[in-house]
């Protein structure tokens, strides 16, 4: 079966009424995404110039203009003077959760006006939810930068998109009705409702509108493809699909792309900062996003190798209202030793996403267990389990809560015992409780693995 193509009508969107729209709005997006046109394929060395100047202007602003970086940078003993490559990033302390609950006040730019700023808070799906705003201008350049990684996945402005993905509020009212009706073209698969019945009229609704963007979080497109390979249907066929917020496993991307016919793009962000990176057409890992902030991976408070986990940091070089400098994500990431990619994008790139910190078992004698491997290196061994979480109560304790399927049985606990001891080491303990269901977040996302320790990534 063919790919869904794009209707006559996107292209009236894209030249027509996305700029009309754009200009009553004052929004200046479509000429920012000009301008990211052949930034991607710069020489690295002009890539981390621009970042280096951004970044000096961002550091300058924050340390004159905000309460917070003032203290924050003094108490540390260091000013923006004091920086002279983007090496010396690392000097700067970090910026955690905590800090911003404390003081979100304190980092808002004097100079900059209030109705400037928008108000945003994030799902909470690893602790307590964050407050924040970012400025008008930063919220317009992050727009363009995502709309310019989806094309990556084929799709343009206008297009219309299947979204699987929490709480869609495109429907509150009749204004935002129209704009998605005329603009935005979504529609929504609520995963706080993914039920059987939802599904089925997700996939009506995708067979009369045809699609040519699916985007949503991993283990939902998995969830809804698994449901069309029970049902024995192929006739869903957009052109790309956009993965998200959460880690694809290799065994989600099989089935995926297995029942969609095309490539997964996958792709990570967070609410704070927006896109952080990007898999390319190449589909040789995830292009950091070099358009919009600096990414570090850190471990004991210095950069790990090539290859090695680390804690993500970001600092924001477009958010002037709110400046975001070396904030802890609570990711965990493995940046890449790949000095090219065959797709001409100069970016750095990430090899993975290992996970949030809170995705990490550590085991009594002194290993962290990512909670990707664990979900094929356990929980793929175990027949007769439907669904799984891992909650570590801990350091010796964990809680394996598992929604059983038809042949779960003495089998399947003499496995769990088994990987249990293979994979944890014997001085760790367990338990399993056996569950009619196991919920989403408030954001929509399942987790798979959820630490209550301390972050080994500190």
């Not at 710069?42 to 917070?68: C, G, K, M, N």
């Not at 100079?111 to 799906?125: D, Q």
């Not at 996970?355 to 175990?382: C, K, Q, W």
Request: hydrophobic share 40%.
């Amino acid at each position: 079966m063919e790919p869904f193509t794009a209707d006559t009508f996107s292209l009236l969107v894209r030249n027509i009424i996305a700029p009309l729209w754009a200009a009553k709005e004052g929004s200046p997006y479509i000429n920012h995404l000009k301008q990211l046109g052949n930034l991607k394929s710069r020489p690295l060395s002009a890539v981390r110039e621009d970042q280096w100047q951004r970044l000096r202007r961002i550091l300058d602003h924050a340390y004159d203009h905000t309460d917070f970086y003032r203290r924050h940078f003094d108490a540390a003993g260091v000013a923006p003077c004091d920086l002279k490559s983007l090496d010396d990033l690392q000097r700067l302390p970090l910026l955690t959760k905590d800090d911003i609950r404390a003081s979100r006040g304190a980092m808002v730019a004097r100079n900059v006006a209030r109705e400037r700023l928008i108000a945003k808070k994030t799902s909470g799906s690893t602790g307590v939810s964050v407050e924040l705003f970012v400025d008008e201008d930063s919220a317009q350049w992050k727009r363009a930068v995502a709309i310019s990684y989806n094309r990556w996945a084929g799709w343009d402005i206008g297009e219309k998109i299947g979204a699987i993905w929490g709480n869609p509020q495109n429907n509150l009212n009749w204004r935002t009705k129209l704009r998605n009706l005329l603009l935005e073209r979504y529609t929504y698969l609520d995963t706080l409702k993914m039920d059987e019945q939802a599904m089925l009229d997700f996939h009506h609704r995708l067979l009369s509108l045809r699609p040519t963007l699916l985007f949503g979080h991993a283990h939902s497109l998995y969830l809804f493809a698994k449901f069309l390979e029970k049902k024995g249907w192929h006739d869903i066929r957009p052109r790309g699909i956009i993965s998200t917020c959460m880690v694809l496993h290799d065994f989600e991307r099989v089935v995926i792309e297995r029942m969609f016919g095309c490539s997964v793009t996958n792709r990570y962000g967070c609410e704070e900062v927006s896109l952080i990176a990007c898999e390319c057409p190449a589909h040789n890992g995830m292009h950091l996003n070099c358009d919009s902030l600096i990414v570090e991976f850190i471990r004991d408070g210095k950069p790990v190798l090539p290859g090695e986990p680390g804690a993500i940091v970001v600092t924001d070089l477009t958010n002037f209202g709110m400046p975001f400098i070396r904030y802890k994500v609570g990711d965990v990431g493995v940046p890449s030793a790949k000095v090219s990619c065959s797709c001409g994008c100069s970016y750095p790139m990430m090899d993975s996403l290992e996970g949030r910190v809170a995705d990490y078992v550590v085991t009594p004698d002194g290993n962290y267990i990512s909670g990707i491997s664990l979900t094929e290196n356990f929980a793929m061994h175990l027949g007769g389990v439907k669904q799984m979480q891992i909650v570590q109560e801990r350091l010796d304790f964990l809680v394996f809560r598992i929604v059983k399927s038809e042949t779960y049985g003495e089998q399947t606990i003499r496995d769990i015992d088994r990987l249990a001891k293979e994979r944890f080491g014997s001085q760790m303990q367990y338990q399993i409780d056996c569950v009619g269901s196991i919920q989403s977040e408030s954001s929509g996302k399942y987790r798979f693995c959820i630490s209550k320790l301390d972050s080994p990534f500190s």
